[in-house]
């Protein structure tokens, strides 16, 4: 009677414990779902990062000496007085611009974002960087430009050594800088944007930039 009392216990004990077990996995299990669940879709993740837009995240100054000589850039006529010039004109202009490097958010699609079936993973591909913003120091140092008028020309004044400056911040804007700081625009971009999408409840992210 003592082994089959004990063996009885032991299967209540037994049944028990599964009943247990099943009900605690179940409720694990509804958890696990509902968080998942509360996980924003690929729409849900285009409209958090559209409201970012202009994601900058990488800011290279190039410094730049502008020449300017009269004496290339004028045209002289024999027919038309006004083109004499009587001498040349020379100026060198140093100017500063910035570039900020990024990724305007707002040009995403869905396409561009995808998310696993259990909502554990989001990808996110980024199309090529680009000049989110650009501009030149407006401050002139008077000291730093050397100017210099022969003949009767008079000296360069102030409006053409802003065109000067102009020109010379287009010719840098027109130059492709990216190789220069493309491993940080890269490696900023993915710890700003995992940071950014780990607020939302993704633990997995990935980051694909075109190259």
Known sequence: MFFTTYRNKSRK?????GICLCVL???CLACSHDKEADLPGSEAVLSELQQTA??????????????????KSERFSWLRPSTWKYGDQKCIVPVEVTLKYGYDLRSLT???????ADS???????????IIDAGYNTYIDE???????TGL??????????????KAYESVLAEDLTDLVGDDIERNTQTLLVSLLHTLGYENVIVEIAH
């Open 13 to 17: 004990k037994i049944t028990w414990l």
């Open 25 to 27: 996995m179940t409720v």
């Open 54 to 71: 202009d994601l900058a995240t990488t800011e290279l100054t190039v410094r730049k000496l502008a020449i300017y000589d009269s004496s």
């Open 110 to 116: 869905v396409r561009d974002i995808r998310t696993s």
């Open 120 to 130: 554990s993973l989001v990808v996110v591909r980024l199309p090529k960087p680009k």
């Open 143 to 149: 000291g730093s430009i050397v100017k210099m008028s």
């Open 153 to 166: 020309r008079s000296e360069v004044g102030h409006e053409l050594i802003e065109e000067i400056r102009r």
